[in-house]
């Protein structure tokens, strides 16, 4: 019996040619992507292309199905190829190990997909991937899982919301002052662990952490405070000169647990009606640990006592003094400066934001807690869920039937859908047709064009005048911006005569038009770069395909409120796209479940009629047995 039998008798000839047929992209090869790409592959879709930048982890294990001990340290994306092709050799698979940013994935080489997948786990991955399926026209399923909730999204250029279309919330932040100066909860002080202790003595300073937040409180009175916590911040830079030597953990120690506490101390109004901090004695807790810190760490799921917690400080501010140096030792000349970042994986800088948490916490009267407990707080860790990532991917193979078989965009959107999977509701699964993108959008109200340039050649001139004023007749007034630098403008013409290369336009990287004329005014454009070396008997910027810029409409047509029934687009962790907003849906609302419900009962009745519009349809025909869920 041929591999493809069940599939083809599941999805009917038609739509399984059509899979057969297809070539798609999935980016990220984790919790979904494992899971997705089983199902594409057992589905029987022609040629697969995974990309994923990481490797194996051994926590990966329990979910990543595809994945084996013998494979920790290897790429996922390769991996994943090796373990999938096994289940279907007729699929063609394609594997990079490589970030999906890179500009050899550029907007051309989207164009070769006839369907994208992300599954990924972090905003900005997932942006890129959204741009470039705009700027090459192709249809993107967004995904993501966090617990118990999942997520699905249709993504079609012009004829649905992209994934920018609703602002996605910011991380949450805390207070500099609560951190550095007050906290009252243990993770003010993982926080404080991580985005300052480790990040000033190891990594990039406290001014670039995303988790705190340095404006001035409502009345703009802590000022003054900010600017002793600065003094503090160059006072610990100077202290980072005794990295590699023995005393280095007692000079970190005696300003972060003594002298900063005592100076907070003599602030005696910061603490009435609080409890006030207790500073810490180096060597009295020297005395007091007499277990090495490598039994402890043995240890992980229990909470280790004040005098063990100054152990792993000890320790791990060694291991990581002595790591940064040899990679600083080893740095090549020219190079950017070396630094380490947190990682919850990475048991040397773990080890150090868990004892210096916990220290801290001791100070300050807080309730410490054991390694483990502190991983999962540290990395914004919501436990993940293997059924939920199966079903998610399940999902999406679902809404890309969907894609492949509705070529007609009313068709589509008719039928496409947003996928939620949550535990919060009356319902376990609930779904909205896809909504129109957004007017304001910042990202696909933007049109995008794709240009070829031989970047050595083409000038800056050569975009304005044969591109856009000739080739699509700009008038006078607009402007040409790079990352919102003006490059020209009526009144800029300075750089008209450099090339590409010389103003950084490379592949990967884009300019902005804004046209600035009083009537008929172009909508914005964004031109992605694609460098290439064109013959040099030819023009050195060309266009895919021959264009007309659409005018703007008149009036602003006003955003649409967003929606109500559980449309959530939270973002916290980076782990999911979407959240649900915890909003009951009626059993009217809500299509999916109660059509099946409702269609599987009409499907028994009337068992011969077919229509387009529903929502499941069991077909028993003769020769092409079909069940079709839509
Ligand atoms: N820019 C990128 N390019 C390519 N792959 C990416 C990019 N960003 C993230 N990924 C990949 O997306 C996948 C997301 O999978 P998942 O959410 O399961 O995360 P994980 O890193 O495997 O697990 P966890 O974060 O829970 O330890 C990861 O394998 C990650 O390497
Ligand atoms: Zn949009």
Redo the contacts with the bound molecule.
């Keep these: 019996m041929s591999r493809d039998k069940f599939a083809q008798q599941s999805l009917g000839g038609t739509l399984h040619g059509m899979v057969k047929k297809s070539r798609v992209l999935m ?8 899971e997705l790409l089983k199902n594409l592959v057992l589905t029987g879709f022609g040629e697969i292309h995974i ?4 490797t194996i ?1 051994l ?2 294990l329990n ?2 199905f595809l994945f084996r001990n013998e494979h920790i340290k290897k790429s ?2 390769l991996v994943a190829k090796e373990a999938a092709q096994k289940f279907n050799p007729n699929v063609k698979i394609e594997a990079y190990h ?4 890179d500009s050899q994935f550029n907007a051309a080489w989207f164009q070769q997909f006839n369907l994208v997948f992300n ?4 905003l ?2 997932r942006r ?1 991937v959204n741009k470039m399926c705009l700027a090459s026209n192709v249809p993107l399923i967004e995904s993501g ?1 966090t617990g118990f909730n999942g997520n699905v999204q249709v993504i079609k250029k012009g004829d649905t919301e992209c994934y920018d279309c609703v602002p996605k919330p910011t991380p949450k932040t805390f207070a500099t002052c609560t951190i550095r100066s007050t906290p009252s909860q243990l993770i003010h002080c993982i926080v404080w662990g991580k985005s300052y202790l480790f990040a000033e003595l190891f990594g990039i300073s406290e001014d670039d952490a995303p988790e705190l937040d340095q404006s001035l409180d409502k009345e703009g009175n802590n000022a003054d405070e900010i600017a002793k916590l600065r003094q503090e911040a160059t006072k610990l830079k100077r202290v980072r000169e005794q990295m590699g030597s023995q005393n280095f953990p007692r000079a970190v120690f005696e300003m972060v647990f003594r002298e900063d506490i005592e100076r907070l101390l003599s602030m005696e109004d910061m603490w009435k009606g609080k409890r006030a901090p207790v500073a810490l004695d180096f060597d009295q807790l020297s005395e007091e640990s007499t277990v090495p810190a490598a039994t402890l760490l043995q240890d992980d799921q229990r909470t280790w006592s004040t005098e063990e917690n100054f152990a792993i400080f000890v320790d791990s501010i060694l291991r990581l003094g002595q790591r940064l140096e040899t990679e600083r030792a080893q740095k090549e000349v020219g190079k950017s400066a070396v630094v380490l970042s947190f990682d ?2 990475d048991a040397d800088t773990l080890d150090f934001v868990v004892a210096s948490a916990n220290l801290r916490a001791a100070i300050f009267g807080i309730e410490p807690r054991s390694k483990f407990d502190i991983k999962q707080m540290a ?1 914004n ?1 919501i436990p ?1 869920i293997a059924t939920t ?1 199966a079903m998610t991917a399940g999902l999406c193979v679902l809404q890309a039937f969907k894609i492949l078989r509705y070529t007609d965009p009313e068709q589509l959107k008719r039928h496409a859908q947003v996928v939620f999977l949550t535990r919060t509701t009356e319902r376990n699964l609930a779904a909205d047709l896809v909504q129109p993108p957004n007017p304001e959008c910042p990202t696909c109200s933007v049109t995008q064009i794709t240009l070829t340039v031989d970047t050595a050649r083409a000038k800056l001139s050569d975009l304005v005048e044969d591109v856009l004023k000739s080739q699509l007749d700009y008038g006078e007034e607009f402007n040409v911006t790079k990352d919102g630098d003006l490059l020209y403008d009526a009144d800029e013409d300075a750089h008209l005569d450099k090339t590409f290369s010389e103003l950084g336009l490379i592949t990967g990287s884009s300019v902005t038009v804004i046209d600035d004329a009083d009537e008929d005014c172009k909508v914005n454009v964004q031109f992605s770069i694609d460098a290439k070396n064109l013959p040099s008997a030819d023009k050195p910027i060309s266009m895919l395909r021959d264009l007309k810029i659409a005018t703007r409409p008149k009036a602003a047509i006003p955003v649409a409120a967003p929606s109500t029934n559980g449309h959530g687009h939270a973002n916290t962790n980076g ?1 999911s796209n979407g959240t649900i907003s915890g909003v009951k849906r009626t059993a009217d609302e809500a299509s999916l479940e109660d059509d099946i419900v409702r269609k599987k009962g009409k499907v028994i009745k009337e068992k011969q009629v077919m229509n387009a519009d529903d929502i499941l349809v069991i077909e028993d025909e003769k020769d092409d047995g079909v069940i079709e869920l839509d």
């Design positions: 980016v990220g090869a984790g919790g979904i992507g494992c990309v994923d930048l990481d982890d926590s990966n979910r990543q996922k994306a490589e970030n999906i940013k599954a990924l786990d972090n900005d991955a890129h899982t919850k994986d990395g860790i993940a990532n782990t």
